[in-house]
């Protein structure tokens, strides 16, 4: 067995900028599940490690920009369970000076000392990853190995995502996630109970994560994204959010990173200010993880001489 069945703790959400709104808000703590295969990366792993190892691959090969959390998670999971790991990253140019480039990066950093063989491509052939004729060409340099998708989402990793939500979580009335490649929010849909709505908030812009989510769901009327959220899109932050971030740290004691569960939170928090929920809603937050992102994005604010993330 490969990644055991867990279920994370949930803590009540004690924040001063939604005090007496009518709203009770709680955190269900997947970031807590492993120290290095982080949140919703455990759930999309597990069911894709054991497909890997059903059919006899001892190779993991997978998709990523230089911070992913997707692209950490991989090299920890195939270093824990002695698998190799590949990883194809976005942007050549990061090879031009290898070994500056992985000591300045948290991200590739972790990933190299955990085994990972990085492979730098282009990022017109990165848009080319699904292509047929592109995985023929890893294939014939890098031997037989079991694709993962760019994000980990496929239908092994929604199984994993249907994890997620258990009957002890029947209380809730509405289920909050942030969105990326569209796996974990696919999961937690086909999980809900009959009362229950999913409100996802994707960290990208764009309407076309609805395609995507349908591809993996069982049901259709009890779910939505809100992309008004994203920041200017994925990996962009902004001053506002940094703040907000970092209060609710000091207030919560519960980390946030700026990719996914800040925007999320900071979504949320706006929607009940703004009177969004109907009073006594009880609503469950998931915390996907993706906290190994915050080093990598403190650096990238230190340059610019913009607040950072404590």
């Known amino acids: ?33 492993d120290p290095f295969i982080s949140g919703n990366k455990y759930r999309k792993l597990k069911y894709n490690l054991a497909e890997a190892a059903k059919q006899n691959k001892s190779t993991l090969l997978t998709f990523g920009g ?17 698998l190799k790991t590949i990883g194809i990253i976005r942007g050549d140019e990061l090879a031009d000076n290898l070994a500056e480039t992985i000591q300045n990066n948290p991200t590739l950093k972790f990933a190299s000392a955990h085994n990972m063989q990085l492979e730098f491509i282009s990022r017109a052939n990165y848009r080319n990853k699904t292509s047929p004729e592109f995985i023929a060409s890893l294939k014939q340099k890098f031997g037989d190995f079991y694709l993962v998708p760019e994000g980990g989402t496929n239908n092994f990793a929604v199984k994993g995502c249907e994890e997620i939500l258990t009957e002890e979580d029947e209380a809730y009335d509405v289920i909050c996630c942030a969105v990326g490649t569209g796996g974990t929010i696919s999961g937690i849909i086909n999980s809900l109970r009959s009362h229950q709505k999913a409100i996802g908030f994707p960290a990208l812009k764009g309407d076309f994560l609805q395609h995507e989510i349908k591809k993996y769901i069982l049901k259709s009327d009890d779910w939505s994204l809100n992309t008004k959220y994203h920041f200017g899109g994925y990996a962009k932050v902004s001053e506002e959010l940094i703040i907000f971030i970092n209060k609710f740290k000091s207030e919560t004691k519960i980390p946030l990173d700026p990719v996914y569960t800040g925007k999320l939170m900071f979504g949320i928090v706006d929607l009940i200010k703004n009177g969004f929920f109907e009073k006594e809603t009880k609503i469950l937050v998931i915390h996907t993880g993706g906290l190994q992102g915050i080093e990598g994005m403190n650096l990238l604010l230190k340059k610019k001489n913009l607040i950072q993330i404590v």
């Open 66 to 82: 230089a911070y992913s959390n997707h692209i950490a998670a991989t090299a920890a999971a195939g270093f824990a369970y002695n």
């Open 1 to 33: 067995m490969f990644l055991e069945n867990k279920n994370s703790r949930i803590q009540q959400i004690h924040f001063s900028e939604i005090e007496n709104r009518g709203i009770t808000l709680f955190i269900k703590r997947e970031d807590e599940l």
